[in-house]
């Protein structure tokens, strides 16, 4: 079993930038970000591995990067030039095959992030 608890999210304007956390019970699993807008699939935003392999999608390359504190099993995604589609809720996820494709099996609640002006 993991735990995960997420902070950070909110409202910003296009252009601007949020940062999300991901607190994890355990130090073991691949850490990963996913989003979901209302209407659309959960999609992988950003996966950072144990060992320091990450992935990201392409719609999100050169402007979000994931980082990872493995002293405080923590997962940080830092934001930069958001747009109105980058709105939805974002998930805390872990699994052991996610930087392989597959979904981890654990999830935290999720964190709201909404860019409009």
């Known amino acids: 079993q993991v735990q995960l608890v997420e902070s950070g999210g909110g409202l910003v304007q296009p252009g601007g930038s949020l940062r999300l956390s991901c607190v994890a019970s355990r130090g073991d699993y691949t850490l990963a970000w996913y989003r979901q807008a209302p209407g659309k699939q959960r999609e992988l935003v950003a996966a950072h591995g144990v060992g320091g392999v990450t992935k990201y999608a392409d719609i999100v390359k050169g402007r979000f990067t994931i980082s990872r504190d493995n002293t405080k099993n923590t997962v940080v995604l830092q934001m930069n030039d958001l747009k109105p589609e980058d709105s939805a809720v974002y998930y805390c996820?872990?699994?052991?095959?996610?930087?392989?494709?597959?979904?981890?099996?654990?999830w935290g609640p999720g964190t709201q992030v909404t860019v409009s002006s």
């Open positions: 996820n872990a699994g052991r095959a996610i930087l392989a494709g597959a979904t981890g099996s654990y």
